[in-house]
């Protein structure tokens, strides 16, 4: 079946590192990805990952996948408070046809100074 | 380059009532995807178009209806509006409709269902 699923909160300390998980249930994914949403915002796409790799880095962005267990993290390093948003896990399922996400619940990420 | 556009930002309705919502994609971007975003059900994909044809349709009733014009750009229309209809409805381009493609969201449009 197609789910996804996140933790809805995670609170962090502004120059500390954050992880936010993310599970998914479709072996067939091939492209899995880090979305953002700001307040009053539309989606804005930070990373993503094709489903046979293990890690991307991106700056400050890290992305791991464990295609074993089906689990997704993103790692941000040294945290701003201009990170405070929410942040959404998505599957693109299946055929290669299709561009279809399923998203996860996001994730609110609050950066405390 | 721009980025994909959707019109009008906020809408109110009241019940029974239609709507069309419209979106601008990307230039060059010919597939269009529409996503219904509540505080209950999160985001839910409510259809895909490319090249003007519905390649792939979500889990909502036939209230829900879409097209899209030659240039690319796309509309979507609710009929018969129910309270449980509001939401912020988000458009996304991409080249082509493909796993690989890089998604682009636009901004949104708040729709109140009164």
């Known amino acids: 079946g197609e789910d996804v699923e996140q933790s809805l909160f995670l609170s962090v300390r502004e120059g500390d590192s954050s992880v936010i998980n993310c599970t998914y249930t479709d072996s067939s994914s091939t492209y899995l990805y880090w979305y953002k949403q700001e307040p009053g915002a539309g989606l804005q796409l930070l990373t993503y990952?094709?489903?046979?790799?293990d890690m991307k880095q991106d700056q400050r962005l890290t992305v791991l996948l464990n295609k074993k267990d089906k689990h997704l993290s993103l790692r941000i390093a040294d945290t701003q408070t201009g990170d405070s948003a929410i942040y959404f896990c998505?599957?693109?399922?299946?055929?290669?046809?299709?561009?279809?996400?399923?998203f996860g619940q996001g994730t609110t990420l609050q950066v405390k100074p | 380059k721009a980025g994909v556009t959707q019109t009008p930002r906020y809408l109110i309705k009241t019940r029974g009532q239609q709507v069309t919502l419209s979106c601008s994609p990307i230039?060059?971007?010919?597939?269009v995807s529409w996503y219904q975003q509540t505080p209950g059900q999160g985001l839910q994909f409510l259809f895909e178009?490319?090249?003007?044809?519905?390649?792939n349709k979500g889990n909502f009733p036939g209230r829900f209806s879409g097209r899209q014009f030659s240039n690319s750009r796309s509309e979507m229309n609710v009929s018969t509006l129910e309270l449980g209809d509001s939401a912020l409805y988000l458009c996304?381009?991409?080249?082509?409709?493909?796993?690989?493609?890089?998604?682009?969201f636009g901004p949104g449009t708040r729709l109140l269902v009164l």
């Open positions: 990952i094709f489903s046979n790799m």
């Open positions: 178009y490319f090249s003007e044809t519905q390649r």
């Open positions: 998505a599957e693109s399922i299946g055929s290669s046809n299709t561009g279809k996400l399923i």
């Open positions: 996304a381009s991409s080249r082509f409709p493909s796993g690989g493609q890089t998604q682009y």
């Open positions: 230039s060059g971007h010919r597939s």
